[in-house]
């Protein structure tokens, strides 16, 4: 609303210069600008807690490009943090708190796996 509200002035100002639009103008750019200071604040201020338990467990609190993770061996048990957030419990497991931009693969095999098959 702001930034169309600045558009629609600057086309005036550019057009029909006088002093009251370049005070209309300059009031509507800083109120876009304390407004966009204010979400970006929030948005920081919103992070939640990132956790990761169990063997080749992977949690990402943004976005994350390209995961794999492999696990060989005898699984230990995974712990599931208490709270919300972006949490990864168990083996191999991934969770991305934001976009996954990439392949996301995992590969937990036990003791008793054969290799190669």
Do not use: K, N
Request: hydrophobic share 45%.
């Amino acid at each position: 609303m702001v930034a169309g509200a600045s558009g629609v002035v600057t086309a005036l100002v550019t057009a029909h210069p006088s002093a009251g639009l370049w005070v209309a103008l300059s009031v509507l750019l800083v109120v876009g600008g304390v407004l966009q200071v204010v979400v970006a604040a929030g948005d920081r201020r919103s992070s939640r807690a990132v956790a990761a338990s169990g063997a080749g467990a992977v949690a990402v609190g943004g976005s994350a490009g390209e995961i794999r993770t492999r696990v060989h061996g005898s699984p230990s048990p995974a712990v599931r943090p208490d709270g919300e957030g972006v949490a990864a419990a168990g083996p191999g497991s991934v969770a991305v708190g934001g976009d996954a931009a990439g392949p996301v693969s995992t590969e937990v095999t036990g003791p008793d796996d054969a290799a190669g098959s």
